[in-house]
């Protein structure tokens, strides 16, 4: 079967750095996507990965290891906006988009 | 422009009852894409639709049709609800079925009773 497994959720300081992982088992891999969902809202876009490496976009960066099945959310300087759930989603063989359940990121003062 | 408008924001539905959710854009995107969202699983495709006038299923698409008539509006129908229909319901476009982005709507929240 098809997999996506990211921590349920995790605690940072803000102005601190933190790094969400992902991990994928799918039949077929044509890249990978980051989502930010604020809580009631829908997800909106970050980041996508296809080659393995680090994709740096302002605070946030992204890396993926299609050998090993794993990427990555890297969020520095983290900011009270940044509270929000962060989903991890693999387009599969078929071109379907394969979700985890979201990993929640809480920012304390 | 606005993007992607879904009707209604959210609705309570008695069981049985039949019941259309909307979708529309206006960015002239050729794929469009139903998913649910339930507490503690990620989102799951219904149905999607790579162009006007065809339809493809999902993951999860039993007790669900769809209907794409024309490029910007990708309607989703519950026949008869049931109380597992209860979650949240997001459209999405994207440029083609590729790797491109996909944009989400704002969500229906749907409760079945």
Known sequence: ?109 | IAGITQAPTSQILAAGRRMTLRCTQDMRHNAMYWYRQDLGLGLRLIHYSNTAGTTGKGEVPDGYSVSRANTDDFPLTLASAVPSQTSVYFCASSDSQGSDTQYFGPGTRLTVL
Not at chain 1, 27 to 54: I, K
Request: with cysteine; charged share 15%.
């Open chain 1, 1 to 109: 079967g098809q997999n996506i497994d990211q921590p349920t959720e995790m605690t940072a300081t803000e102005g601190a750095i933190v790094q969400i992982n992902c991990t994928y088992q799918t039949s077929g891999f044509n890249g990978l996507f980051w989502y930010q969902q604020h809580a009631g809202e829908a997800p909106t876009f970050l980041s996508y990965n296809v080659l393995d490496g680090l994709e740096e976009k302002g605070r946030f960066s992204s890396f993926l290891s299609r050998s090993k099945g794993y990427s990555y959310l890297l969020l520095k300087e983290l900011q009270m906006k940044d509270s929000a759930s962060y989903l991890c989603a693999v387009m599969d063989s078929n071109y379907q988009l394969i979700w985890g359940a979201g990993t929640k990121l809480i920012i304390k003062p």
